[in-house]
């Protein structure tokens, strides 16, 4: 099996791309098919067309191999987070799922919600460097760039989750503000 992979390499690794971008894509749409939850700004402002536009990341084993790696990887690890959220927000629909969060920030602290995303995103990416360590040279072993690809899902982690949270809070904090703009969603399920 590892033969006809390291065989098939960009092939391979194009399908693997693949199947990470659409789980990231699918998992979204599972719990925001409005994109109103959606940490990614980019994608929250450019939408459904956009993220599908991501799939084209699927041909970067063809250009470069490390960076088709850290993609890989980050992607997985995105495609992994989304799905743990998927039964909740199916099971409350996204507009209660949304006024959820909105009704913790309005009770909490932002730095409290600050505080345990950071502590998390710092042990992501030091997952991420342990890995490089043991794989310290970049031209000669994958892992350094597998490494690289969990420190890059703990920084744009952090990056969107921390700025959710800012936006989150700041809207939770408003004078007269019932609950977020959320349209709820006809994909809930019974």
Same mark, same amino acid.
């Given at each position: 099996?590892?033969?006809?992979?390291?065989?098939?390499?960009?092939?391979?690794?194009?399908?693997?791309?693949?199947?990470?971008?659409?789980?990231?894509?699918?998992?979204?749409?599972?719990?925001?098919?409005?994109?109103?939850?959606?940490?990614?700004?980019?994608?929250?402002?450019?939408? /459904?067309?956009? $993220? /599908?536009?991501?799939?084209?990341?699927?041909?970067?084993?063809?250009?470069?191999?490390?960076?088709?790696?850290?993609?890989?990887?980050a992607?997985?690890?995105?495609?992994?987070s989304?799905?743990?959220?998927i039964?909740?927000?199916?099971?409350?629909g996204?507009?209660?799922?949304?006024?959820?969060?909105?009704?913790?920030?309005?009770?909490?602290?932002?730095?409290h919600?600050?505080? $345990?995303?950071?502590?998390?995103?710092?042990?992501?990416?030091?997952?991420?460097?342990?890995?490089c360590l043991?794989?310290?040279?970049?031209?000669?072993?994958?892992?350094?760039?597998?490494?690289?690809?969990?420190?890059?899902?703990?920084?744009?982690?952090?990056?969107?989750?921390?700025?959710?949270? %800012?936006?989150?809070?700041?809207?939770?904090?408003?004078p007269?503000?019932? $609950?977020?703009p959320? %349209?709820?969603?006809?994909?809930?399920?019974?």
């Open positions: 099996m590892s033969a006809f992979f390291f065989d098939h390499l960009k092939p391979c690794l194009c399908v693997l791309l693949l199947i990470s971008r659409l789980g990231d894509i699918l998992s979204t749409y599972m719990v925001t098919p409005s994109l109103a939850l959606e940490a990614n700004p980019i994608v929250k402002k450019l939408g /459904w067309p956009f $993220a /599908w536009l991501t799939l084209v990341v699927c041909f970067a084993p063809y250009v470069s191999i490390q960076a088709s790696l850290p993609l890989l990887v992607s997985l690890l995105v495609s992994a989304n799905s743990a959220k039964w909740m927000a199916r099971a409350m996204e507009a209660e799922y949304g006024r959820l969060l909105f009704r913790l920030a309005s009770t909490s602290r932002l730095s919600a600050l505080l $345990a995303t950071w502590i998390s995103c710092f042990f992501m990416m030091l997952t991420g460097a342990v890995i043991f794989y310290p040279d970049p031209a000669a072993d994958p892992g350094f760039w597998l490494g690289g690809g969990v420190v890059l899902y703990g920084v744009v982690l952090g990056g969107y989750t921390t700025r959710a949270f %800012i936006r989150l809070f700041a809207a939770a904090k408003r007269r503000v019932q $609950a977020p959320v %349209i709820d969603s006809p994909a809930r399920v019974p």
